[in-house]
């Protein structure tokens, strides 16, 4: 097992210069899947690469002075740790465990702990910058990074609940018939023969919008407004009667072409400045149509149907047109629809949007995953700085419940649930045992309270190293109370995340899908 001890930075240095050296088969990065496969034969070069970013930071930064530590196993220094973590939730969050350990002047205690928190933050950052999440840190958190000591929790705290009751509402609207139900259906990852899902091929008697919660993200709803193809239609006051201040953005709906009514409602909610995409629907029908015509060119087909919706929108100005099939989200512009409301919905909204779609290809996998490494972020600190400044309740076993909850969250988001394979199998037409079967992760059957309990009970080793770098950076050796925390939370996170991924990668494959 690797032994270490608390250095002066020098010999912190040297330390870590020496570890890159050694082969440390015993490490575990969570932070790169592909790490994992390269621990499995023994290699070390993904913990060389970490360590070597570790030894860039700390030469970077100039630190007061280290005190000499007995020389402990990192198990014994977790279980300090975890003392360290317990005491604050009753002691003030700076006392020093251990009488060896210098206490800080009541000045500098702050100013420790803040330059602890960025240090931690530059080290976790670094490991993860050669993934895709590289930006996952983002403006909020190093706000609450850069904020004062005590606003800290109340901060991350603010964040967390924020994003986790972000509201979206999408309306979409259009002609009767066009595909508005079908679509709604189709985002919220239902059939449209799903006891849940919106009526479809009704004919439409009601003017009042009728909302749809997503299924397991309450705070998204989409809403299948009335349709817009009557005669004496006025869009001001279609607007008005639907309360169009209500919704984040509109989508416009057809299955043919657009048509003076879809123009003149775009250009009544041009000027009420909320958000309008076009969606052409039903494209799986045009191809099917034209499929067996001689010198069929799908991507011709779909530029002539592109270029001739603009032709109808062109007094909209440019309009944004987007071809898809409700039954077929992974092909034509879905992606595209979805990449585009990234780039022009607030952050938090955005958040929201990318957490509750489907997952339908390896494309929305990744992102879906990048948005919830940014969450690992938030749940990380969230424990590690309320441990510098208390927040009710928060220790290892409430940890705990952070982790349970996000893991099920990435659960049902990645679509692993028994519910969603069975929307699955139908689609692709795979029986359900194989999709099933597809998932080889801890994981498979759901993120269960053992798997948790189990996880908690195996970090040590892990996060030793995350820790030392930690330790060697600290005036006194000491570790900020809840740095364990975060370090363990923030590597069980990723774990979970990765893992989970993987088994989605692997429906996906067995649906074709990927
Ligand atoms: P709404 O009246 O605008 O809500 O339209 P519906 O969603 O009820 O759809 C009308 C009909 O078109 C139904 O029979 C749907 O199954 C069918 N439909 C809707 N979207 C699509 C699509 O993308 N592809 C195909 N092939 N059929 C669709």
């Avoid at 912190?12 to 496969?37: C, F, G, H, K, W």
């Amino acid at each position: 097992m690797l032994q270490w001890t608390v250095l002066k930075l020098p010999e912190a240095e040297q330390r870590i210069r020496d570890s890159q050296q050694a082969t440390m088969t015993d490490l575990v990065n969570p932070y790169n899947e592909d790490d994992r496969s390269s621990q499995s034969s023994g290699s070390s070069s993904s913990t060389s690469q970490t360590l070597s970013k570790e030894t860039k930071e700390i030469s970077r930064k100039s630190h007061p002075p280290r005190s000499k530590c007995p020389t402990i196993s990192p198990r014994n220094m977790l279980l300090r740790l975890e003392k360290q973590d317990k005491n604050a939730q009753t002691k003030s969050s700076d006392e020093p465990i251990d009488k060896d350990i210098k206490k800080p002047d009541e000045e500098d205690k702050n100013k420790n702990v803040y330059v602890v928190s960025r240090e931690f933050v530059d080290i976790l950052a670094d490991a993860t910058a050669d993934t895709e999440d590289s930006d996952s840190l983002g403006s909020d958190l190093q706000e609450i990074i850069d904020s004062p000591p005590a606003e800290k929790s109340k901060k991350l705290k603010n964040k967390l609940k924020e994003l986790e009751n972000v509201t979206l509402n999408i309306a979409i609207t259009g002609m009767t018939g066009a595909g508005k139900s079908s679509f709604v259906n189709a985002i919220r990852g239902l059939p449209n023969d799903d006891k849940n899902a919106a009526p479809t091929g009704t004919t439409e008697t009601t003017m009042t919008p009728n909302m749809y919660q997503h299924p397991f993200m309450p705070n998204v709803k989409i809403w299948d407004l009335p349709g817009i193809g009557s005669p004496k239609f006025r869009a001001k006051k279609y607007l008005k009667d639907v309360n169009f201040h209500t919704y984040d953005f509109f989508l416009i709906v057809t299955s043919e072409r657009f048509r003076e009514n879809d123009i003149e409602l775009a250009r009544a909610i041009k000027k009420s400045k909320k958000l309008f995409y076009f969606i052409r629907t039903k494209i799986d029908n045009d191809i099917r149509a034209e499929s067996n015509k001689r010198n069929f060119d799908e991507r011709m087909l779909l530029e002539t149907i592109r270029e001739d919706c603009k032709a109808n929108l062109l007094k909209v100005g440019v309009p944004k047109i987007f071809l898809v099939s409700s039954f077929q989200l992974e092909k034509y512009d879905f992606q595209k629809l979805v990449n585009t409301l990234e780039d022009e919905l607030p952050e938090n909204k955005k958040f929201a949007l990318i957490q509750s779609l489907p997952v339908y290809s390896l494309e929305a996998l990744t992102k879906k995953k990048t948005y919830f490494k940014k969450l690992i972020w938030l749940n990380a600190f969230g424990a590690g700085v309320g441990a510098i400044a208390p927040l009710p309740g928060v220790s290892l076993a409430c940890d705990y419940l952070i982790i349970k909850k996000f893991f099920q969250q990435v659960f049902m988001g990645f679509g692993l649930s028994n519910q969603a394979l069975e929307v699955l199998s139908e689609r692709v037409n795979k029986p359900m045992e194989q999709l099933q079967a597809a998932k080889k992760s801890r994981f498979k059957d759901g993120a269960t309270e053992d798997i948790v309990v189990d996880m908690l009970s195996k970090p040590v080793i892990a996060i030793a190293k995350t820790l030392s770098t930690v330790m060697a950076l600290l005036p006194g050796g000491a570790l900020p109370a809840g740095g364990a925390t975060v370090a363990t939370v923030h590597y069980l996170l990723n774990i979970g995340l990765n893992e989970m991924a993987e088994d989605t990668k692997c429906v996906l494959s067995v649906s074709q899908l990927a």
